[in-house]
């Protein structure tokens, strides 16, 4: 049975509904731009995490650091205050630098108590930094150089440096840095002095670097937003008010000397000429691989200075060069501060400039390239780091006697295998302490007589030869 028409004026009357119509789908070139600099943080982590932690496999420790802070992250992650053995029995490392920022890595370290945590960890926090580094510089200058950028500033010497260099606490300070900055060049001032405060309680230097973010922003805001002028120069106050009190009276209320230890590190220093050839190299290195000089070109470049002083009025030959970890902070400066420069390029009236600033991303890209082939991320092509040698393991097994909770005396080559299980000094910084084993890494033949130079250490106790393998020696204490 059919059912019955209706009228034509009642279809007529009847309201129109459109149908639905779906939603557009998301443009995934859009998406791409948010993604990249996560996929390019990602294969940076992957990078570091198997260098460091190659490093350690090889028992390739460059000094005693991996095993200062583990020492601290461990009393941390017990609830104890932060002893560290190894700079002296009892010895508070809030007494040496502050840095009680450390403390956020013992949760994971009562998980994982190994010191390969905190070089995981240190790994994981260099690649982050690459996130703002990449994005600031792709939301000024587009996503391919924004990501050429990001990719030579991972690539950069000093983050490679560090990396190399075990673990060091300025690992925190890179990223914080880079959240900051990236924050200025969005004109988003709070954001930056929020990311800027915390490096006070990085390390003790750092309230000056503070201290200079505060003055970056309240130059680059008195013309959009001069309300933010007071509160960015309160911050500059703050960072350095900040440092001043930390080295005359936090540190050394934890110093058992009652004094900053690091102050003769200034008074030995023989002026700024001291050095000098060492000192612009390091300039040289800083400006022009990785930013061909125009960095010099943006105000974001004062950041740099706090740190590039303190180091150059040290009467420190280690502070003045390109070794270890000092220049890993002014990395994310120097490359942001050529982002901007970039950005700001793209007007000069002159066409010299504009055609320079054109190819610089390119360029610092592949210089980048071209130094890591000598740098510690050329590592990765070589198949030996991904093997652990079989001398590294006959050394472990002999540290293996060595029973957990036992206080060991030990230089650099046994602590990173000791400080997870052991009470561990320093060797010949026992302070009247006798251990119950010396472990030591004799492999340069430094030691003639190793139980003649134990009865030197402790002439009142007796240690005998319990062990040796690929030049470790291993002693155990048999009489008080």
């Keep these: 049975m059919h059912a019955p028409s209706l009228p034509a004026t009642e279809t007529a009357a009847r309201p129109h509904i459109p149908a639905p119509v779906a939603p557009p789908p998301r443009d995934r070139r859009l998406l791409a731009p948010r993604r990249d600099p996560w996929v390019l943080a990602g294969t940076l982590f992957l990078a570091y995490a198997t260098v460091s932690v190659g490093r350690?496999?090889?028992?390739?420790?460059?000094?005693?650091?991996?095993?200062?802070?583990?020492?601290?992250?461990?009393?941390?992650?017990?609830?104890?205050?932060?002893?560290?053995?190894?700079k002296g029995p009892g010895f508070d490392i809030l007494g040496d630098h502050f840095s009680p920022v450390t403390a956020l890595l013992a949760p994971l370290y009562r998980l994982f108590p190994s010191p390969v945590t905190l070089l995981v960890a240190q790994a994981a926090l260099f690649a982050l930094s690459a996130v703002p580094v990449t994005r600031a510089a792709a939301g000024l200058l587009g996503r391919r150089r924004g990501l050429a950028l990001g990719a030579?500033?991972?690539l950069s010497w000093g983050v490679q440096r560090a990396v190399d260099f075990d673990f060091h606490e300025i690992c925190f300070a890179v990223p914080l840095i880079a959240f900051s900055l990236e924050a200025v060049l969005a004109r988003r001032w709070r954001r930056a002095l929020c990311w800027a405060?915390?490096?006070?309680?990085?390390?003790?230097?750092?309230?000056?670097?503070?201290?200079?973010?505060?003055?970056?922003?309240?130059?680059?805001?008195?013309?959009?937003?001069?309300r933010t002028v007071p509160y960015a120069l309160a911050v500059a106050l703050f960072g350095a008010v900040a440092t001043a009190l930390t080295l005359t009276v936090v540190i050394p209320a934890f110093n058992t000397t009652g004094a900053y230890d690091y102050w003769d590190k200034v008074s030995e220093a023989g002026g700024p000429w001291d050095g000098l050839g060492t000192k612009l190299r390091t300039l040289a290195w800083l400006l022009i691989p990785t930013s061909g000089l125009f960095a010099l070109r943006s105000p974001l470049l004062l950041v740099a200075l706090p740190t590039l002083g303190w180091r150059f009025l040290s009467g420190d030959p280690h502070y003045w060069g390109t070794d270890w970890h000092y220049s890993a902070v002014l990395m994310p400066v120097v490359v942001l501060a050529l982002a901007d420069a970039l950005s700001t390029a793209r007007h000069s009236p002159s066409a010299r400039v504009r055609s320079y600033a054109s190819h610089l991303p390119a360029a610092v890209v592949a210089a980048a390239l071209a130094l890591t082939t000598?740098?510690?991320?050329?590592?990765?092509?070589?198949?030996?780091?991904?093997?652990?040698?079989?001398?590294?393991?006959?050394?472990?097994?002999?540290?293996d006697?060595?029973?957990?909770?036992?206080?060991?005396?030990?230089?650099?080559?046994p602590i990173s295998r000791l400080t997870s299980r052991c009470r561990v000094f320093w060797i010949g910084n026992t302070r009247g302490i006798a251990p119950d084993f010396i472990a030591i890494d004799n492999s340069t033949k430094w030691v003639d007589d190793v139980q003649e130079y134990a009865r030197q250490l402790h002439p009142r106790a007796t240690y005998v030869v319990a062990g040796a393998s690929e030049g470790y020696v291993l002693m155990k204490r048999t009489r008080p």
Excluded: C
Excluded at 64 to 76: H, K, N, S, T
Excluded at 374 to 399: G, I, Q
């Design 56 to 86: 350690y496999r090889h028992m390739a420790s460059m000094s005693w650091d991996l095993g200062i802070f583990e020492q601290a992250v461990r009393a941390y992650a017990h609830l104890r205050a932060p002893v560290v053995d190894l």
């Design 152 to 154: 030579a500033y991972g």
């Design 401 to 413: 006697r060595i029973p957990d909770g036992a206080s060991v005396e030990a230089n650099i080559g």
């Design 374 to 399: 000598s740098l510690p991320l050329s590592a990765l092509t070589e198949t030996d780091l991904y093997r652990k040698p079989a001398e590294v393991r006959a050394v472990e097994r002999l540290l």
């Design 197 to 226: 405060l915390p490096l006070v309680l990085v390390k003790e230097d750092l309230g000056l670097t503070v201290a200079a973010i505060g003055v970056v922003v309240a130059l680059r805001a008195r013309r959009s937003a001069p």
